[in-house]
Every structure is written in C-alpha cells, then in structure tokens.
C-alpha cells in the first residue's frame, strides 16, 4: 500500500534524484552557524510556551503537557554516522535541560524528522506516548518493541489530556526511510485543539493548491499560533512539489489566517541548494510583498522561545 497527497506529484526518478544529488551546485554552508538563543524550560507551563530545538525540532509547552515535535538530537540527518547532512549548530535545548516528556509527535519518518536515536532515548529515559501517522508505528517499533507508540490517520483526533487534542491532518509531502519504500508510511501535520486557542504545526509540506491550509482555518478557526516551513526549497524543479518556499509560507499564513507564526526548516542541516540565511531574507521580502508586519511571523533560531 502507497499513501497519497490530496494533490500527489508523481514520485521522482532514480535520474532526478542523481541530478538533483550530483549536478545541482549548492552554495556551501558555514560548518558552525550557532545561535545565539539557549533554552532552560520550566518543568511545566501553565500557558503557552514553544521553543524552536533546531531544524524541525520543537518543544511545546501547554496547559502543564511537556511535548515534543519531530525530535532531532543527532549530529547528522542521515541513516548513517559517517555521511550525510551535518549538523551546524548545538540543540537549542541541551539533552540533559528537557523536562519530563508526556507526549512525542512524529509528522513523518524522514531522517530530519525521525531520528532513532532521539525516539529511543526519550522512551527510556520518559516513556512518552507517541503519537505517529500510519505505517510509522512499525518502523519505530523497529527501533525498541516497548515503545508506546500509536498510529492514526488524516482525520483522526487524540485525546492527550489536560483539555488538549491534537488532530492529525494532510499535508503535500511524502515518505522513505529507503529506496524501495516511497509512500508506504503516512505523514501528516498537527492541530492541537486547546482551550486557549489552536496551534498548527505543518511538519513539512508543498503548498499544491492550499485548499488544506483553507479548511483547518474553516474547521477550527484562525490559530492562535502555526509554525510553518520556510527552508529546503531550492531547486523548485524537484522542491516544490515537496516543501513551500518564504513566499508560499506567507500565503499559507494568509490562507490559515494565523495570529503568529514561527519559521522553521532551516540553518540547521544542509538539505538543499540554497545559502544558509536565503529563507530569512525571502521571507522578510515576502512579508513586505504582503504587507504583513515582521513581528507576526519569525523565523526562529534554535533556543528561540514563543511565550503567551
């Protein structure tokens, strides 16, 4: 079985993929681009707090729940110790500094988003549950048969406690740990539902025709906070069908109608083409372009904390 987008593009070839690992020119990052943000959460947080731990890496605290986004301890994006994307600078929250962990969100199984290591350690050190789209239950179970992982689908909806639900949506990405398995694992984004307002998190996404980004506004209202994808888009001959660049970011923040939004997705593993703080200026072109205020939408730093 192969999962699919509302809009899915046809899956790319082993040319495409050669041309786009070994004939696209990227401009070469820095080795070291630290931060200059470094996070200490409290044990638990009555309202709402959201610290950017790097790349796609959150940790959001609400309503006294401690949970975590896609977590990526590893030094490398990669299945491999010895190759791959690097990471440029230190987790915004030192691995010893985590408070105790309730809830472990995964959107997908990509290398910059399911790190093995990270999901295992957490389970012996916190025993969280996780919560994770369909077929990606069993690849982490691969990881350690204990772990306390459950699998749902586009539409589902999870009660976590403390008056908070977290909705599994669609959103235009895809799949593979592999060569051989494009697809056969879900993946999704995040609404948690709370009693102080939604928050959406896209976990990687294209922007396709942006109908998804309309209808959770429509069946859950403006968020109070989204946190969108700006980084690894370039070349849009292969990216676009994949992730949205800074100007789409804005109109999926204009479409959803979020009160703020956090840009994440970049400055921390090379995964693309583009220089290393070409989203930050994009997205500030593209905020001007849109006459929309700066403030309403950051691109965060790893240890860059969002408070209401």
């Known amino acids: 079985m192969r999962f699919s987008a509302p809009v899915q593009p046809a899956d790319r070839s082993f040319s495409e993929m050669y041309r786009l690992l070994f004939r696209t020119p990227k401009v070469a990052w820095p080795a070291h681009f630290p931060s200059p943000f470094q996070d200490k959460p409290s044990v638990r947080f009555d309202g709402l707090r959201v610290t950017l731990i790097g790349h796609a890496s959150f940790l959001v605290q609400l309503s006294g729940l401690n949970i975590l986004i896609d977590p990526v301890y590893s030094e490398r994006a990669s299945p491999f110790s010895f190759t791959g994307p690097m990471r440029v600078n230190e987790p915004g929250i030192a691995w010893g500094d985590l408070p105790p962990i309730d809830v472990v969100l995964i959107t997908h199984n990509h ?16 025993t969280p ?62 609404v ?43 070349p849009r001959w292969f990216m676009g069908d994949v992730h949205v660049n800074p100007e789409e970011a804005v109109r ?26 070409a989203p930050v200026r994009a997205l500030a072109a593209a905020l001007d372009e849109a006459h929309v205020p700066h403030e309403r939408f950051i691109a965060f730093r790893p240890g860059q904390v969002f408070e209401a």
């Open 111 to 126: 290398y910059d988003h399911l790190d093995r290591q990270a999901v295992t350690a957490l389970h012996q050190k916190f």
């Open 129 to 190: 549950r996780i919560i994770a789209p369909l077929g990606n239950d069993t690849i982490i179970r691969r990881f350690d048969r204990g772990i306390r992982v459950e699998a749902h689908g586009w539409g589902d909806a999870v009660d976590l406690g403390n008056g908070v639900r977290v909705h599994l949506r669609p959103s235009y990405h895809w799949s593979a740990r592999g060569l051989f398995d494009k697809r056969m694992a879900l993946w999704c984004a995040f």
């Open 192 to 234: 948690l539902e709370t009693r102080d307002g939604v928050i959406y998190h896209l976990g990687d996404t294209a922007y396709g025709d942006g109908a998804i980004f309309r209808q959770v506004r429509e069946e859950f209202g403006a968020p109070r906070l989204a946190m969108i994808p700006i980084g690894a888009y370039e």
């Open 252 to 277: 999926i923040l204009l479409d959803c109608r979020a009160e703020r939004a956090i840009g994440y997705h970049w400055g921390t593993f090379q995964l693309t083409a583009e220089p290393i703080e």
